[in-house]
């Protein structure tokens, strides 16, 4: 009997990680002594808990090793991911403090499963080894399971919650099971290994390695809610809280990505010419769906989630286009999108009222006109989405569409280009609401509700700032993408 | 001193200004706009007299990083292309802030959105990088749907919407395809640029200057707007307030002829060569399609929308002649149809808002009550129709000049265009002013205020001189002009075509100086 051996640990590298989740059982012990209604100290809690972990991730920017028998990865990859999720779920915090209350969800979890999900999103990114990713998102899942479930007097939020719970829980066995054929084609679970066997010439399982990505495919399909496993977002995202559906929109997808770009255009590169096709396909079915299923909502968070359809198709366009080049294009989108959707999900919250959740379009009537700031904030944030420029949008655009046609996708570069267009249609129909009509809801001012118009100045300069000055940015995500390949 | 940038952002930093002046100061509003729009107006005169006419190249040019490492640059410069383009959105703009002192709804949103509308029509002029040059290029996009979808006609929403999706389609093309230039750029010399001038020296195959030049075209068509692209203007124009109107028709249709001279046409010459018949019988058809939809309208807006597509034919057939003189004429065309166009949208303005409608059966008789109206109408109307001695007939002739020795028949057809146009804007006039006074309500209107002669007199002033003494203009554009030619010289020849010179003399005509 051999003795379980306890791995060596080196824990710089894990510090981000420590700190977010210290931050979460903070916030669960803290929990225990808050006698609410107000929890708002406990979204400080982990507002201070998520800067201190920025703080600690980026003096680390120049470091690289792994820890934990080499699970985890300390590289500029996984930095700009943990840094990116603490800023969406940053903002998650400050939306939700007010929107707690108008909601009565009024509820010290919240926090705590907004953190934890965190985490795992953390472990997803820094992990080179399946099965760890695999634990890193089943982590993040079950917290965000139960968040779109949190809401619990409304039936559409419990609805959201089983739904998301039924067909995540399908996406799990799907990478599981894809996992399994690849450990089986390499014996390994550590993807640099797992890349070792499927470079060429040393391809004898190739067969079974072509079939685990598949099943990759499928699973990290359902997870992005790349069309056709896409089903699920806009229930999902219409029942879920407000400022949930902003959480699973930012973060979520863009931890799926991490560890899709990661598996993919890094660890199975070498098989590319056969997974390339499917996903160019799925790229094309993604956008399309999205953005014509779009076309005829009524209800802004349904638009949205088409819409974040529509975006999971572009992100797939990156990759499909693949390399250093497609990679930090797909990183760069996902930061801006990251800033452009919880924006706009936080004026979705800044217009309801207690009761009166304002989804429907006909409530959004001259609400630019009543409230400049907030018709500003979705002006910006819709036309950025519909990649106008100079905002941020039209920025990751551009950095994808060139990454597609480097690579010689001509074609897809144009259906992409097409699809933007019909995109323009709805996200344009949301101004022609907000200020060409008239007789909407009425809307409290945003500066009522300090922490949410914190976060929408803070998404709506952002979204403009990164427009105009894009290099910076993605200089931060070539050079993270460069960690990897 | 960096002018270009001086002129192409004194309107929006009056834009910024503008957002802190509070929305019940109208009288500080309509005044900080107007000084915000005479500034840069100023500057562009400045830059008219300091600019050297002799050279063809880029002047007064600013260039810093942007995105280096995809080699896009801020970088900015006139040539004599431009120059007058710039001149001619600089100087209507005052008018049309001028011009909106009719408007009460919302005056700070619209004074606002006037001038970052200015910024981004002098940047899409000014820009030499192609990147620049699209952003600007989208960007007029947005306050011009917000102009129309917020203070237009019964139908502005649906206008505004079919405006934006039609430039939109257009444009993303013309997106994939710069970013294709930037690319194949990056495999010729081995650093990506969107550098108007580094992409001219690309050695493209004949394909792919096809496809990227339908890319180009097509944005630039629909901007025109070309036949059969044009469905979208007289409904933008329709419903669009007045102000909107003139812009749309003074400058930002401008956008899309300026586009052919500017990118499309130098950067794939073989391919603009091949295309240019088909484009000019475009024209043509669109040149006679125009005036014979505006023998019908009933209504006095769409019929000076309407006039434009015909009017713009000839920008477009003067273009696709290229020769020297037809390109020239083309350019002063450009210049002349803003100021008419601007002009007449101006006067239907100040109809509309006495009688708050535009059709012409409503009117009848109208000079008897309002003669200062009338005169200055009758004026903006004859520059129009191209009556020699304003400056609408140098810009026709030019054009019909340049035309005839590579298209006689599109030139023939062209000038029946000429004859129709002075028809149907004349028997309009005749309708709207002379005659009985049919209609009693008309008989109390009040004749134009001092502010809104003023509007008008400078417009009036610009086509007497442009008429009688083009000279000046059209020295400054030549150069520019030849530059372009020349490169076009082979594949003319190679086409079997005469050279542009040549065909100057085919056509008989000396130089227009």
């Known amino acids: 009997m051999t003795s379980l051996a306890f791995p060596d640990v080196s824990w710089i590298p894990l510090l981000p990680l420590l700190v977010v989740t210290g931050t979460a059982v903070l916030v669960l012990i803290a929990d225990l002594f808050s006698e609410g209604p107000d929890y708002d100290a406990l979204g400080w809690i982990g507002l201070i808990g998520l800067v201190l972990a920025v703080g600690i991730a980026v003096p680390l920017w120049n470091q690289s090793g792994t820890t934990m028998a080499g699970v985890l990865a300390l590289d500029r990859y996984g930095l700009f991911f943990t840094v990116l999720f603490c800023l969406g779920s940053g903002l998650t915090l400050l939306l939700s403090m007010n929107y707690l209350e108008t909601t009565d969800i009024r509820c010290g979890d919240y926090y705590t499963l907004i953190l934890f999900s965190t985490v795992g999103m953390i472990l997803m990114a820094m992990s080179v080894d399946l099965i760890v990713i695999f634990l890193g998102l089943e982590v993040m899942s079950i917290a965000a399971y139960a968040l779109a479930g949190i809401w619990r007097t409304q039936v559409r939020s419990n609805e959201a919650a089983l739904k998301y719970f039924v067909l995540g829980a399908f996406a799990s066995g799907f990478l599981l099971l894809g996992i399994a054929l690849l450990f089986g084609a390499s014996g390994e679970t550590l993807l640099p290994r797992i890349a070792e066997s499927a470079a060429p010439g040393s391809a004898d399982q190739r067969m079974l390695l072509v079939a685990g990505a598949a099943l990759l495919l499928v699973g990290f399909g359902f997870k992005v809610a790349a069309a056709p496993f896409h089903s699920w977002a806009p229930d999902v995202y219409e029942g879920a809280p407000t400022a949930v559906t902003a959480f699973m929109a930012a973060g979520i997808k863009a931890a799926a990505f991490a560890a899709f770009v990661r598996i993919f255009v890094d660890t199975l590169s070498p098989l590319a010419a056969d997974w390339r096709d499917a996903l160019w396909v799925l790229a094309v079915l993604t956008m399309s769906v999205g953005n014509f299923s779009a076309l005829v909502q009524r209800n802004i968070k349904r638009l949205l989630a088409y819409s974040s359809i529509a975006h999971a198709g572009y992100l797939l366009v990156g990759m499909v286009a693949g390399g250093e080049g497609g990679g930090a294009a797909v990183l760069f989108y996902l930061a801006v999108y990251t800033l452009m959707t919880v924006g706009a999900f936080a004026v979705v919250i800044a217009l309801g009222r207690r009761g009166q959740p304002n989804e429907d379009l006909d409530d959004w009537a001259g609400v630019g006109l009543r409230n400049p700031f907030l018709g500003f904030a979705m002006t910006v944030f819709m036309l950025s989405l519909a990649g106008v420029p100079p905002l941020a949008g039209f920025m990751g655009k551009f950095y994808l569409f060139s990454a597609a046609l480097d690579a010689g996708y001509v074609w897809l570069t144009v259906i992409a280009v097409l699809n933007s267009l019909v995109s323009v249609y709805y996200y344009v129909g949301v101004l022609v609401k907000m200020y060409m009509t008239e007789g909407g809801a009425e809307v409290e001012a945003p500066m009522a509700r300090p922490y949410l118009f914190a976060a929408l100045l803070a998404t709506v300069a952002g979204t403009i700032v990164v427009g105009l000055f894009p290099t910076p940015w993605f200089e931060l995500a070539r050079r993270s993408m460069e960690s990897l390949v | ?513």
């Open chain 2, 1 to 513: 001193m960096p002018l270009l940038s001086a002129i192409v952002f004194t309107p929006l930093l009056g834009a910024l200004v503008l957002l802190f002046v509070a929305r019940e100061q109208t009288q500080a509003l309509r005044r900080a706009a107007l000084v915000f729009s005479l500034v840069p107006f100023a500057f562009s005169l400045w830059l008219v007299a300091e600019f050297d006419g002799v050279h063809g190249g880029l002047q007064w040019v600013e260039r810093a990083a942007w995105i280096p490492r995809f080699g896009i640059h801020y970088m900015l410069g006139v040539d004599g292309i431009s120059l007058f383009l710039v001149l001619l959105t600089t100087f209507l703009m005052p008018i049309v802030c001028v011009q909106a002192w009719d408007v009460h709804h919302r005056l700070k949103e619209y004074l606002v959105l006037l001038l970052v509308m200015e910024s981004a029509m002098l940047g899409a002029l000014v820009a030499t990088d192609l990147f620049l040059f699209y952003v600007f290029w989208e960007l007029m996009l947005i306050p011009m749907y917000f102009l129309i979808g917020i203070w237009g006609g019964e139908r502005r929403i649906y206008a505004a919407i079919k405006l934006v999706l039609y430039t939109m389609a257009g444009s993303l093309l013309m997106l994939v395809a710069i970013i294709y230039l930037a690319l194949a750029h990056h495999q010729q010399v081995g650093q990506y640029s969107f550098a108007w001038e580094h992409l001219l020296q690309l050695h493209l195959s004949l394909d792919v200057q096809r496809l990227l030049f339908a890319a180009f075209a097509l944005a630039f068509a629909i901007k025109v707007p070309m036949f059969p692209l044009h469905t979208w203007l007289p409904d933008a124009h329709t419903e669009a307030p007045t102000g909107g109107s003139v812009i749309l028709a003074a400058i930002l249709l401008k956008m899309g002829t300026y586009g052919f001279l500017r990118f499309a046409i130098p950067l794939f010459p073989q391919a603009a060569v091949e295309a240019m018949p088909v484009i000019a019988a475009l024209a043509v058809i669109g040149i006679i399609y125009g005036a014979l939809v505006c023998m019908v309208q009933p209504d006095l807006k769409r019929l000076v929308a309407y006039s434009s597509v015909s009017h713009l034919g000839f920008v477009m057939l003067g273009m696709a002649a290229l020769t020297l003189q037809g390109v020239q004429g083309s350019l002063m065309q450009m210049l002349n149809h803003g100021l008419s166009t601007g002009g007449l949208f101006l006067a239907v303005g100040a109809i509309y808002e006495r009688r708050h409608t535009r059709l012409i059966a409503e009117f009848g008789g109208l000079w008897a009550r309002l003669p200062v109206f009338g005169a200055l109408f009758l004026v903006v109307m004859l520059s129009s129709v191209g009556l020699p001695g304003l400056n609408g007939f140098v810009g026709e002739f030019l054009i019909l000049l340049g035309a005839f020795g590579r298209y006689p028949l599109g030139a023939i057809l062209g000038t029946t265009g000429v004859i129709l146009g002075a028809v149907y804007l004349l028997w309009m006039f005749q309708r709207v002013m002379f005659g009985p006074l049919t209609h009693p309500e008309n008989a109390a209107l009040r004749d134009l205020s001092a502010r809104e002669v003023a509007m008008f007199v400078p417009l009036i002033a610009l086509f007497f001189l442009l008429g009688l003494y083009p000279k000046p203009v059209l020295q400054r554009m030549e150069p520019a002009v030849r530059v372009t030619l020349d490169r076009l010289e082979p594949y003319l020849e190679r086409a079997g075509l005469p050279r542009s010179d040549q065909a100057l003399h085919v056509a008989g005509g000396g130089s227009a100086e």
